[in-house]
């Protein structure tokens, strides 16, 4: 097993436990809401279900990215992960949406809490779960650039935010005997799961409208290109996106008029193999042109 495999295979594995760990988190959070009755443990709850959402469909779009390039798709289904994030996004608002309704009737009838130590206990162990698995969700998915499951982390780690303020706020509720702050911090999750659903679907659309790789890669690629294309004269147009743990590269490289096509041939297989051994999964796509075109600007050549 390659590398590249390997690391498509610990990627699935790592989605598809992504949904068994939501799963778990759901049902511990949902145990504490029915032991306490409390709105804002509903509202924590509700979020979860969100996470399972999320992972199902982080780990559908993770495989459906994998699968090679075809005549109906020949630059892959890599953008797949984009959609799944969006769709994520969205059920984020819808979520935040119920929340609201219900924390406004809450707050208005609110209720009186049932077993809040037995629930905050409960809900204080799915927060660390969701800690620990969003910290590798981050970490990996940043590692294999699948924007589905730093998506997924990112979410998490506003869940367990979220969760963090939901058991200081029953122990505020315990301690002063305010029932309607229950309701208050329901709202108050509802908002948080709001702006992280917007953060995502921003993150999302841009990956979907080819956004070009961050400054301090961009600069790593036009340094590799001046010192691997000795016998060129310059390469212009340089330009990049990103779909998914996948980069484009495509550029104009000028060569002397004279040169044989056998020589300029080598010289892309320089750049291609030292712009690959710098980053991973790279599509590179090197248009060469005579001296006559040469824009004087761009990459010089070194």
């Known amino acids: 097993m390659n590398l590249r495999t390997s ?14 760990v939501a799963v778990l988190v759901l049902a511990l959070k949902y145990l504490a809401y029915h032991f306490t009755g409390s709105l804002a443990l509903y509202s924590d709850a509700l979020e979860s279900i969100v996470n399972v959402v999320t992972a199902a469909a982080a780990l559908i779009a993770v495989r459906l990215a994998q699968k090679p390039a075809d005549a109906a798709l020949p630059y892959g289904y890599h953008k797949a992960e984009y959609f799944s994030a969006v769709v994520v996004g969205v059920m984020i608002v819808v979520a935040a949406i119920l929340i609201f309704r219900d924390a406004w009737f809450g707050f208005f009838a ?8 037995q629930g905050i206990a409960i809900n204080s162990t799915a927060t660390v779960l969701n800690a620990v698995w969003a910290f590798v969700l981050l970490r990996y998915g940043r590692q294999v650039k699948s924007p589905a499951l730093v998506a997924d982390g990112k979410h998490l780690f506003t869940d367990v935010a979220s969760s963090l303020g939901v058991l200081l706020g029953l122990i505020l509720v315990l301690a002063t005997g305010w029932a309607q702050l229950d309701a208050i911090l329901a709202a108050l999750v509802g908002l948080n799961i709001l702006w992280s659903g917007w953060g995502v679907i921003k993150e999302s659309v841009g990956g979907l409208m080819d956004v070009a790789t961050p400054p301090e890669s961009l600069k790593k690629i036009r340094e590799i290109i001046s010192e691997n294309a000795d016998g060129a004269i310059e390469a212009h147009d340089i330009r990049t996106r990103q779909a998914g743990r996948m980069t484009f590269i495509d550029f104009h490289l000028v060569v002397p008029g004279t040169m044989m096509v056998e020589q300029s041939h080598e010289i892309c297989d320089r750049i291609e193999e030292k712009l690959r ?17 040469a824009k004087h600007s761009g990459v010089v050549v070194l």
């Open 7 to 20: 690391s498509v295979t610990r990627t699935t594995y790592i989605a598809t436990a992504s949904l068994f």
């Open 110 to 117: 609110p209720r009186t809490l049932n077993a809040p130590l």
């Open 277 to 293: 051994e710098a980053m991973r999964d790279t599509e590179i796509t090197i248009h060469v042109e005579p001296e006559s075109k």
